[in-house]
């Protein structure tokens, strides 16, 4: 897939994910703090400045919040001593929130209440291969 379609991809998906609300104005900053739809519903949290991230705690989703994503990048060599650049990112997309505390749904019927995404790239001798 060349850079073309990967925007046209991107901008499609996030033309879609504009559209899904129901309320304009009032999920906040980007959509990203959702209004509960009825009293028993727990809207989805956002981060604020007296959030501490704790670890090991924190590794891994957050359920409670819409959207979070995690990286890996690293510089290495080749066998050869040429250099290597690798790239991974994992994006989670929250379809409704879920309290911390709470358990997860049981994995019969196969419950989502994520989407995820995922991009990688490895760069070497002036090549640059992604998906």
């Not at 060349?2 to 994910?17: E, I």
């Not at 790239?87 to 019969?108: H, I, K």
């Not at 209440?113 to 070497?124: G, L, T």
Request: proline content about 11%.
């Amino acid at each position: 897939m060349n850079r073309a379609h990967l925007w046209l991809v991107f901008g499609a998906l996030a033309w879609v994910l504009a559209g899904c609300s129901e309320r304009p104005g009032s999920e906040g900053f980007a959509g990203l703090a959702g209004v509960a739809e009825s009293e028993h519903e727990v809207p989805f949290l956002q981060p604020g400045p007296g959030d501490r991230l704790s670890f090991p705690r924190d590794f891994g989703p957050h359920p409670q919040h819409r959207i979070e994503w995690w990286y890996l990048t690293a510089n290495l060599k080749t066998a050869a001593g040429e250099p290597l650049g690798l790239q991974w990112t994992q994006f989670r997309q929250a379809l409704r929130p879920r309290p911390a505390g709470a358990e997860p749904p049981p994995a019969t019927g196969w419950p989502l209440d994520a989407a995820w995404m995922a991009h990688a790239a490895v760069s070497y001798s002036g090549n640059h291969v992604f998906a």
